[in-house]
């Protein structure tokens, strides 16, 4: 079982940047692939950033590409999400999320979200 807490939302400025983190309890987090995913209202979740394991790779959504950045410290069992040049519609509710694959079993888990609200 991974516990995934979320920080760093809050109120800001179009233009401005926020840093979230994600802290999650466990003694293998770099075993998991680790990802940002955000909900507006009225919308469906969708995937924002996503880091393997390793911290080696890193991928992110078209729209977020340039702006945000990911990135992990395993040895604190913290994965960030960097947010610059924010706009108005990156406000949503953001989540954290941890998965991993081990044998035939996949394993999948969420925080409870941090509200993020970009005001123009």
């Known amino acids: 079982q991974v516990q995934l807490v979320e920080s760093g939302g809050g109120l800001v400025q179009a233009g401005g940047s926020l840093r979230l983190s994600c802290a999650a309890s466990g003694r293998t987090f770099s075993s998991y692939r680790m990802g940002w995913f955000r909900q507006a209202p009225g919308k469906e979740r969708e995937f924002v950033a996503g880091i393997r394991g390793s911290g080696d790779s890193s991928y992110y959504a078209t729209s977020v590409k340039g702006r945000f950045t990911i990135s992990r410290d395993n040895a604190k069992n913290t994965v960030y999400l960097q947010m610059n040049s924010l706009k108005p519609d990156d406000t949503a509710v953001y989540y954290c999320?941890?998965?991993?694959?081990?044998?035939?079993?996949?394993?999948?888990?969420w925080g409870q979200g941090t509200q993020v609200t970009v005001s123009s």
């Open positions: 999320n941890a998965q991993a694959r081990r044998g035939a079993s996949d394993y999948d888990y």
